[in-house]
């Protein structure tokens, strides 16, 4: 039976983690294809089954991923059911870069549902994290829905910034299409705030630009824009043209407002047939209740200018109650609402901020506290465990240093026997030598004595060198195979001269071991030690000090 359980968990373990490979998998893919191919990624999460996200993770990733594909297949969602679980879990876990795109996403969601308070907090967080890795594309996307949250409150002076910060920011990319569109939504900026000499400027450079890299949408956004501006400004003549360059390049692209601002001009210019015209093209393309402003504002206009003035009145009174009905409606809600839900949110993120605060403030001196005890205890230990190996180092010191003393007295010790053996093994030769000297040329009962020591001699001389070599090496630490290898081609008697001579033998003695006279020993002594003073080995003064 517990083998049967042990077996069952692997399997589920397995299974477990199977599935979660396989749903990885999917939101790789659909991540991946997010940029260049939202519709595919669209249909891939879509595909996801939902039992298959069993982990907070999984459903965080597959919250945020879905509503950035929604957001690019432009499906507006006005609810934040969608994206609650990528909020709830990215507040304390995921990188930077993931909570940058959470806060913008559900700002995203309350910039559609009309919660402009709301949504300005969600994008200020979004803006935090977008600086802190220098995202500078989301940094434009971030403040261009800034500038459009603050125009629906009518804030035109903090819209006017705001796109100026989005076309700042992508204009660090290579985004050129979202830089030129950020360029024209800093002229419309400055056009809702009255000015219009700016924004004139703008259109213009844009339209240049537009009309170089022949973008068709930014072309017609421009010139109506133009249109518009230009009968803002009471320029009806250029008003018209341009809207009529527009109506030409792009007759399916025509608004209610491109004709009404036609209508508009000529009425300004007491042309009422072609204001007229213009005016019943603009009601046949109304769709809202600006345009029908609009539309009753021209009536006005013409009924005044007939001099019927009942019809002029009730136009009028018609522009009135629709433009304090839009005024309510707009403000009412869009402004007094917003602003007291913004205060109220504000007052309450603030709130949870400090709480937060409070929290973190407490918990980091918990932990330097504990931090701080547990050092100290670590410190002391180590300091302990310092001082120990400090008194055993001391004391493997002094054990060292008395055994390197003795050593060192064995070693001199040993060196003076080896030295003392040395002279008195060869010395005693060197003498025989000198008796043999001092007795040649004497009388008859020397006679013995000389030719013995001479046997003696010659037979140390041709038997013993051997020998020789090996007591000198022993004793020289390897002085002749030393000397070999420093000089290899010296010849054989050369060599044999040099063992005599790093031996100690007199040159007397020498002369008697090579059977040569003393004054050749002398120049022989004489060649060696010029060769060797002219040579490169690093034992040059060792070999002359010997030969001195």
């Not at 259109?203 to 072309?219: G, P, S």
């Not at 000529?266 to 345009?291: F, G, H, P, V, W």
């Not at 402003?293 to 021209?298: H, M, P, R």
């Not at 040395?422 to 001092?438: A, H, R, S």
Request: charged share 25%.
């Amino acid at each position: 039976m517990r083998n049967l359980i042990y077996t069952l968990y692997i399997l589920l373990v397995l299974t477990a983690c199977t599935t979660h490979q396989g749903t990885r998998a999917q939101l790789d893919q659909a991540e991946a294809l997010m940029t260049e191919q939202p519709d595919s990624a669209l249909t891939i999460l879509q595909q996801v089954d939902d039992a298959q996200l069993t982990t907070n993770a999984l459903q965080a990733r597959f919250a945020l991923l879905l509503s950035m594909a929604l957001d690019k297949n432009y499906i507006d969602v006005a609810s934040d059911s969608l994206i609650h679980p990528a909020v709830e879990y990215y507040e304390n876990h995921g990188s930077s870069r993931e909570k940058m795109l959470t806060y913008y996403y559900l700002a995203n969601v309350l910039y559609n549902a009309k919660e402009t308070a709301k949504c300005l907090i969600s994008l200020t967080d979004a803006e935090k994290y977008a600086k802190s890795i220098e995202d500078h594309f989301y940094l434009g996307m971030i403040y261009r829905m800034m500038a459009d949250a603050y125009n629906t409150i009518y804030c035109h002076n903090e819209e006017v910034k705001y796109y100026q910060l989005s076309y700042d920011s992508f204009c660090k990319t290579t985004f050129q299409s979202h830089t030129n569109f950020a360029l024209l939504n800093v002229g419309l900026g400055h056009s809702n705030n009255h000015d219009y000499e700016q924004a004139l400027t703008i259109f213009n450079k844009v339209l240049e630009i537009a009309e170089k890299e022949a973008d068709d949408v930014l072309t017609e956004i421009c010139l109506q824009n133009l249109g518009h501006t230009y009968r803002l400004i009471g320029n009806n003549r250029e008003s018209i043209q341009t809207i009529l360059r527009l109506e030409k390049l792009f007759p399916q692209q025509i608004r209610s407002r491109d004709y009404s601002n036609i209508a508009n001009c000529y009425a300004e210019l007491q042309m009422a047939d072609s204001a007229i015209y213009y005016m019943q093209k603009a009601e046949t393309l109304a769709r809202n209740s600006i345009d029908t402003q609009v539309t009753y504002n021209i009536n006005y206009k013409l009924s005044k200018y007939k001099g019927n003035y009942q019809m002029a009145l009730e136009n009028y009174e018609k522009l009135y109650d629709l433009n304090a009905f839009v005024t309510d409606s707009i403000m009412g809600k869009s402004v007094l609402v917003t602003l007291q839900d913004y205060i109220v949110q504000q007052a309450e993120y603030e709130s949870y901020k400090a709480r937060q605060e409070k929290f973190r403030l407490y918990f980091i001196i918990t932990i330097l506290f504990i931090g701080i005890i547990t050092s100290s205890i670590i410190i002391y230990q180590r300091w302990q465990n310092k001082n120990l190996e400090i008194e055993q180092s001391i004391q493997l010191a002094h054990s060292i240093s008395d055994t390197l003393r003795i050593k060192e007295n064995n070693l001199s010790n040993m060196s003076e026997q080896i030295h003392a053996l040395f002279d008195q093994q060869f010395e005693t030769i060197n003498q025989l030598c000198n008796v043999y000297y001092d007795s040649q040329g004497t009388k008859f009962e020397k006679d013995r004595i000389y030719k013995e020591v001479k046997k003696q001699i010659e037979k140390l001389g041709t038997e013993k060198t051997k020998q020789l070599e090996e007591i000198i090496n022993t004793y020289k630490d390897n002085l002749l195979s030393r000397f070999r290898e420093d000089f290899p081609t010296l010849s054989k008697d050369y060599h044999l001269f040099a063992t005599y001579q790093f031996a100690g033998f007199s040159a007397r003695a020498i002369s008697l071991f090579t059977n040569d006279k003393v004054e050749n020993i002398y120049n022989k002594k004489s060649r060696l030690k010029s060769r060797i003073a002219n040579s490169a080995t690093p034992h040059r003064d060792e070999y002359l000090r010997l030969l001195a």
